[in-house]
């Protein structure tokens, strides 16, 4: 059975009614990695906000299945506590919101009964793996983070939390090449067996660090084109025209 299952899922940004997903087909075992990559205006980051059930998206039809049950009727937080974890493009600043409270509230809302002092160990061992100073966990969330800083900190709630299936939107966006081997070092050491990731990447240069079991071409709201690392080699080589022939735009 697959972990994350999506199944002719389409959608429409709700205010203007505009289908941006058309027909998605992805299916994603427990343990494996997936990238998704794809032209800008694709649809790549719609995907993610709806699976992780966004309301500014609306499912028309299809379906998207965690475990074998449809999630469609769960909120946000619902999906949050059955185990999916986004890392946002753009993290938003919170001001009023320290970072470690914040990951320990988030734990606790999840179910955790672990004891607080275990909990401050863990955040501070993690930092530690993402190369965030600790001094960070004291301040807002992301307030005055620089790009890097806060693309760190998504990275330490993944390595906190250990959701069942994690989804990074374009993680490696604004990262230089030392950065994003620190951030790719980090989620292949917090991956546990059983967990399943989903990458949205436009560059082939992140999957030189994490290896996925499948790369998927996602073109104008459907996946185009699916095989192993070898496609998204062939893609940095070639660009997507090869792919664009019989698409409907």
């Known amino acids: 059975m697959a972990l994350l299952e999506i199944v002719d899922l389409h959608a429409v940004l709700a205010e203007e ?5 058309k027909g998605v087909n992805l299916k994603i075992n427990e343990g494996q990695i997936h990238a998704i990559m794809g032209p800008n205006g694709s649809g790549k980051s719609t995907l993610a906000n709806v699976i992780m059930g966004n309301s500014k998206y609306r499912v028309t039809s ?4 965690l475990e074998g049950e449809s999630i469609l009727d769960l909120t946000v937080d619902q999906r949050a506590k059955k185990g999916i974890f986004l890392s946002f493009q753009h993290p938003q600043e919170i001001p009023g919101v320290r970072l470690r409270k914040f990951l320990i509230s988030v734990k606790q809302a999840l179910g955790s ?12 061992s993690l930092t530690d793996v993402v190369a965030l100073n600790q001094e960070f966990l004291e301040r807002y969330l992301n307030l005055g983070f ?7 900190s998504e990275i330490l ?12 939107d374009e993680i490696d966006s604004g990262l230089d090449v030392d950065a994003l081997r620190k951030i790719a070092e980090a989620i292949n050491k917090f991956k546990d ?3 399943s ?3 949205i990447t436009h560059y082939q240069r992140l999957l030189d660090y ?3 079991d499948r790369v998927h071409v996602y073109i104008n709201g459907q996946i185009a084109a699916t095989d192993g690392p070898e496609l998204a080699r062939k893609i940095e080589e070639n660009g997507y025209a090869f792919l664009l022939e019989g698409i409907e735009r």
């Open 62 to 65: 299809g379906d998207i299945r």
């Open 193 to 195: 067996e059983g967990m």
């Open 113 to 124: 009964k672990e004891p607080l002092l275990k909990m401050n160990r863990k955040i501070e």
């Open 197 to 199: 990731i989903l990458l």
């Open 157 to 168: 709630q993944f390595g906190f939390l250990k959701p069942k299936v994690a989804i990074f």
């Open 146 to 152: 620089s790009g890097g800083e806060k693309k760190k």
């Open 210 to 212: 994490i290896s996925p």
């Open 17 to 21: 009614n505009i289908e941006i997903l």
